[in-house]
């Protein structure tokens, strides 16, 4: 059964800036609310995917440091890579710009640190049976946190908004290098 602090504590993780939230914050405010909304939907795909892989390995991933750097290092690249592509990306609001947003949100998700943390130590080892109860749960919250984070991104003054794939790009890229540091430090 889902405890109460699960859920607290997944609201808390779910709310807390980081890569997934700094890109449904920028589907927001480049896309705006209608047609950024669908964005969540790729989050809760993203974290169903990664913390049911988490789960299913965490015994082995508990003692193997080696295995912790190599997918901080793997959530590093990929982050370095969105930084990069949205710093020279065009304020772009056409569907193309939304498809291209959805995936960039799910496969930012799949590497989000926030996953693993969910598969190797919020999700008790002793509840693996009830696993998919415990996932999908942390998908629904996420879909309501990723909402909030698309609300936040559409609110912001116009002039904000048109910068919104730099300012993302920054947060990205200082998200990348604190993974490359976590990776070599532990």
Known sequence: MVTLAFVLSSLLILVTPGPTNTVL???GASL?????AIMPLAEAMGYVLAISLFVAVAD???????????MKMLAASWLLYS???L????????????????????LTTLVNPKAML?????????????APLWIATYAALSTLAGLGWVVFGACLPLGVRQHSYKL???VLGGFSMAAVASALSG
């Open 168 to 170: 993302a790009s920054l």
């Open 83 to 85: 930084a990069v592509n």
């Open 87 to 106: 710093w020279g990306m065009p304020f772009r609001t056409d569907a193309r710009s939304a498809r291209g947003s959805f995936l960039r949100v799910f």
């Open 118 to 130: 969910v598969g190797t130590v919020l999700i008790p080892s002793a509840a693996s049976v009830h």
């Open 32 to 36: 705006g609310l209608r047609r950024a």
């Open 60 to 70: 082995a991933l508990r003692g193997n440091a080696l295995a912790f750097a190599a």
């Open 25 to 27: 914050a920028t589907c």
